[in-house]
């Protein structure tokens, strides 16, 4: 499979949105409103441009997005900061031959070399213990809202990050709870 992972540009954003909307849009467990997400979270001061991934394939054309963006883990006063993982996507006609693995494991090879040292996700969980992404329950870290424990999950992506936060709670930035 030729694909390549590059940073997006402004000028792929509608193309990007594009992408998120279909991949999502039939999916039982989306609302589907994940691409108003995308757009909102590059207008905020969450968003690092360099955490922003497209997939290419070999006609250039955009096949999968990756999305990490700033959050905290706060308990008690002090906080940690970290990433949230939201959304990845894969045209679906790609689905299943690999490209999302490809985003996964760029993404986080430069989150790490941007210096964060966690990322947290609510996901499938099969897909992401896959990268050693595990239950935020082991850590006691907490939901802002109800979610099904097994699909909240975080990797540290430096090792003992998260031991300060034991009972902490994810803090979204703001775009998370626009509609």
Sequence with gaps: MDITIRQETPAEY????????????????????EHVLVENLRESEAFIPELSLVALDSGERIVGHILLSRITIEDNGSAVDSLALAPMSVAPERQNQGVGTQLMRDALKRA????????????????????????????????????????????????????????????????????
């Design 112 to 179: 790490g070399e941007l210096g964060f040292s966690s990322v947290v996700v609510l996901g499938h969980p099969e897909y992401y213990a896959k990268f050693g992404f595990e239950r935020v329950d082991h850590w006691d870290i907490h939901a802002p809202f109800e979610v099904p424990p097994e699909a909240f999950m975080v990797l540290e992506l430096t090792a003992h990050a998260l031991d300060k936060v034991q009972g902490g709670v994810v803090q979204y930035s703001p775009p998370f709870w626009e509609e």
């Design 14 to 33: 509608r193309a990007t949105e594009a992408l998120v909307n279909r991949a999502f849009g039939d999916e039982s467990y989306s609302d589907p409103t």
